[in-house]
């Protein structure tokens, strides 16, 4: 079969089901340092808190690594999820912006047992400069292009303020970065065949709050008065 062939033959999985490979890895990770062998689909969705026909259609895209009666061999088909996610290999990954978050995402440790290794840590503050943080130096951003030409980066983490993320995502796809994890709350723009992932702690928090409200206003049986359906009346003098 030719390259182009092959190419236009392999297998697509929904964006829905990549977002759900690393949490079946994590799963499966736990269950391997349990000492579990085998589980059946439903001892793996219930440990990675989904459905177990939504987990067995997820991993049917993957191949039938499954034994009717028996279940998964918990070592292989966590060895073919991580191959499948590309974590089988060793990812150098730069983190620029080294405040409060920049520490603690430099000091954590899930970066190097999941296939990451940060290779240098950028901050344009002078005064940060040679710091050990984990073990590794913290240098000017100005390195930025350096590093990533000899450390073969690919993935970049932004953990800056908002007014200086984008200036940081344009100089690291202008590097040759084509994979960017952002902290900074700002919206990126980049160019077509750079993929941006977002982490937004105060959204996850607003969501929760918003749970947190419908379970309250369903306990007490109404909303309170300005607010619709879960959502707060918007007045013109709020605008």
């Known amino acids: 079969m030719s390259a182009r062939n092959s190419s236009e033959t392999a297998r697509v999985i929904p964006e829905a089901t990549v977002a759900r490979l690393p949490v079946y890895l994590r799963a499966l990770t736990a269950l391997s340092e349990s000492g579990i062998r085998t589980c059946s689909s439903e001892e793996l969705a219930t440990a990675a808190g989904v459905n177990s026909a939504k987990l067995r259609k997820d991993l049917s895209y993957l191949g039938s690594y499954g034994t009717r009666g028996v279940g998964y061999d918990v070592e ?27 520490h603690a995402l430099a000091n954590y440790s899930g970066f190097r047992s999941r296939g990451f290794r940060v290779v240098a840590l950028l901050d344009a503050d002078p005064e ?18 350096s590093i990533v030409e000899e450390h073969g980066v690919a993935i970049g983490v932004i953990a ?57 206003h369903g306990a007490q049986g109404s909303l309170p008065d300005g607010v619709a359906d879960g959502v707060p009346e918007v007045t013109e003098a709020a605008l």
Do not use: C
Not at 76 to 102: F, K, M, S
């Open 128 to 145: 940060r400069h040679d710091e050990l943080v984990a073990g590794v130096a913290v240098q000017p951003f100005d390195d930025l292009e």
């Open 76 to 102: 292989y088909l966590r060895y073919q999820i991580a191959r499948e996610i590309g974590v089988t290999q060793d990812w150098p990954v730069v983190i620029v912006g080294i405040g409060n978050l920049g």
């Open 160 to 216: 800056t303020p908002a007014l200086a993320a984008q200036n940081v995502a344009d100089r690291m796809v202008a590097a040759g970065i084509s994979s960017i994890l952002n902290f900074a709350p700002a919206v990126l723009t980049v160019p077509e065949g750079v993929d941006v992932r977002k982490v937004d702690l105060s959204i996850e928090l607003q969501i929760l709050a918003y749970h947190e409200q419908r379970k309250a």
